[in-house]
C-alpha cells in the first residue's frame, strides 16, 4: 500500500495478529538510482520485530528490477513485483496492472524469477477496472482457478473484513494465505478477530509513530481511515485533523475525537456488540449508530452511490457536481477551498501563459527566444548563447575563458586523442577494466 504500510504501521499490525507484512511498494528504477530514497524506505527502518518482511517494487525493465531486488536482499526475506496496481499512477508510469498485457516482457521478467526462485503468487481477485466506486466484490473462484494451476503457494485478497471472511476464503480456495489491505486499513486487529474501540488501536498507533517517526501525511491517513464514521459525525474534528502540522497536534483531535466519543456512551454500544463480531455477522450498518467501533466492511458491498450501475452511467464527478457542490464545486474542490479560501476555480481568472515556440511549456516571460528554460538551455548551448532572462551565460563564460587563457602565455592546449589511437579512448578503457 502506497504510503500506508510503512514500519509503525506493520508493526501495530504484527501486534494484532499478521504474521507476515509488506513494504509500502516502493519504484525500482528510483531505489536503483537514489540513495536517499533507499534510506528512507528501508534501510533506516530495520527493526528485528518486522519480520518477516517482503519488500514489495513496482518495475517494468528486468535488469533494474534486479538491481534493485540485489540492494535490497539484505534487508527482508523476499522480493516482490507488484502486478497489480490498478491506479492511473501506474498507468502513467508503467507498471503494476498495466503490465499484464505485455506479454513479452513478462516473460523476460519470468526468466529472471527461474534464475532465482518464484515461492509465492499473491491474487486479488479483482480486474483493474475494479477500483474506486466501480471496486465491486473480488471473484474467489478465480483465486480458486489459479490455486489448481499452479504448484506453488498462493495468497488471497479481496472480500477480507474479519477473521471469519479470511478462515472461509482459506476454506473456499484452498489457497495457503490471505491477504488484507483495505481491511486493515480499518481495523489493524482483523486478524485478531477483533473489532476494538477506535481510540485504543488510534493511541497504540501514535505511541508507535513517537519511537518510529514517518511522515505526518501517513499517520493523519491512517487516523482517517480509523476515524472514518465518527468523523462523518463530528464534522469540525475533520477539518482540524486535515489541518493540523504536528504530530501532538494530530494526537490532540485523536483525544478530543475520543472524549466526544465517551460522551456519547459509544462504549457501551462497542462492547454490547462484541458477540456479533466474534460470530461473524457484524452488521454493515452499525457504524452509523454506533462510530467509535472500527469497519474493515466497507469496501466489498454493492455498488456504491456514484457507481455507474447506481448512477445512470454517469461519472462519480459529475454526480459530486449535482448532488454535493456549493456553488458549483465538487466535493474535492469544497476541501481545497477549505485548505486555502483564497484558491479560485474560475477558469477566467487563472493566469494565461505563453507557450513555448517549441514544446508548448509555458515560455519564459523574459527568454530571447521565446522559449521554456528547458529548450532555451538547449539552444543557446547549441549557439554558443545568452539569455539573460533565464540566467544563461554560455557566451559570456566562453569570452571570459579564452580572455583569460591570453593572459596565460605557458598554457598549452590539450591535444585531442582520437578513440581506437594509441592513448586513446579505447587504451584508456581497457586499463582502467584491467
Not at 476494538?196 to 513517537?210: C, F, G, K, N, T
Not at 454526480?319 to 466535493?331: A, I, M, N, R
Not at 579512448?425 to 584491467?434: D, K, N, R, T, Y
Amino acid at each position: 500500500m502506497v504510503d500506508q504500510s510503512e514500519l509503525a504501521w506493520r508493526l501495530l499490525s504484527r501486534r494484532h495478529g499478521a504474521q507476515l507484512c509488506y513494504t509500502p511498494m516502493l519504484h525500482a528504477q528510483v531505489f536503483v538510482r537514489d540513495a536517499n530514497y533507499r534510506k528512507e524506505n528501508l534501510y533506516c527502518e530495520v527493526c528485528p520485530e518486522d519480520r518477516p518482511l517482503i519488500v514489495q517494487f513496482c518495475a517494468n525493465d528486468p535488469e533494474v528490477f534486479v538491481q534493485a531486488a540485489l540492494l535490497a536482499q539484505d534487508y527482508c526475506d523476499a522480493i516482490d513485483l507488484n502486478l497489480g496496481c490498478p491506479q492511473m499512477i501506474a498507468k502513467r508510469g508503467h507498471y503494476g496492472a498495466f503490465l499484464q498485457e505485455e506479454w513479452d516482457l513478462l516473460q523476460r521478467m519470468s526468466e529472471l524469477w527461474l534464475c532465482a526462485t518464484l515461492s509465492l503468487l499473491t491474487v486479488h481477485g479483482r480486474t483493474k477496472e475494479q477500483k474506486g466506486p466501480m471496486a465491486g466484490t473480488a471473484s474467489w473462484e478465480h483465486i480458486k482457478a489459479v490455486r489448481k494451476a499452479v504448484g506453488i503457494p498462493v495468497f488471497a485478497n479481496g472480500n477480507i473484513r474479519c477473521l471469519q471472511d479470511v478462515e472461509r476464503c482459506i476454506q473456499d480456495t484452498g489457497v495457503q494465505g490471505v491477504m488484507s489491505a483495505e481491511g486493515n486499513l480499518h481495523n489493524p486487529a482483523l486478524f485478531e478477530g477483533r473489532s476494538p474501540a477506535v481510540w485504543e488501536l488510534a493511541e497504540e498507533y501514535l505511541d508507535i509513530v513517537q519511537q518510529h517517526p514517518c511522515p505526518l501525511s501517513y499517520v493523519r491517513a491512517h487516523l482517517f481511515k480509523l476515524w472514518h464514521h465518527t468523523l462523518q459525525v463530528h464534522q469540525q474534528l475533520r477539518e482540524e485533523l486535515a489541518k493540523v502540522k504536528t504530530l501532538e497536534g494530530v494526537a490532540a483531535v485523536s483525544q478530543a475525537l475520543k472524549l466526544r466519543c465517551q460522551a456519547g456512551g459509544y462504549v457501551q454500544a462497542a462492547r454490547r456488540s462484541e458477540a456479533s463480531w466474534q460470530l461473524g455477522c457484524f452488521p454493515l450498518d452499525l457504524p452509523a449508530l454506533h462510530p467509535a467501533r472500527v469497519d474493515p466492511g466497507a469496501r466489498i458491498s454493492k455498488p456504491k452511490e456514484g457507481s455507474k450501475e447506481n448512477s445512470g452511467g454517469r461519472s462519480k464527478r459529475a454526480l459530486e457536481e449535482e448532488e454535493g457542490s456549493v456553488d458549483g464545486l465538487s466535493k474535492n474542490k469544497l476541501k481545497k477551498q477549505l485548505r486555502n479560501p483564497h484558491k479560485t476555480f474560475d477558469p477566467s481568472l487563472k493566469p494565461k501563459y505563453a507557450k513555448c515556440d517549441q514544446c508548448g511549456n509555458p515560455k519564459g516571460n523574459r527568454c530571447v527566444f521565446n522559449l521554456c528554460r528547458g529548450c532555451c538551455k538547449k539552444r543557446a548551448f547549441r549557439e554558443t548563447a545568452d539569455c539573460p532572462g533565464h540566467g544563461l551565460l554560455f557566451k559570456t563564460k566562453l569570452e571570459k575563458s579564452l580572455a583569460w587563457k591570453e593572459t596565460q602565455p605557458g598554457l598549452q592546449e590539450p591535444q585531442q586523442v582520437r578513440p581506437g589511437t594509441p592513448g586513446g579512448f579505447s587504451e584508456v578503457m581497457g586499463s582502467a577494466l584491467a
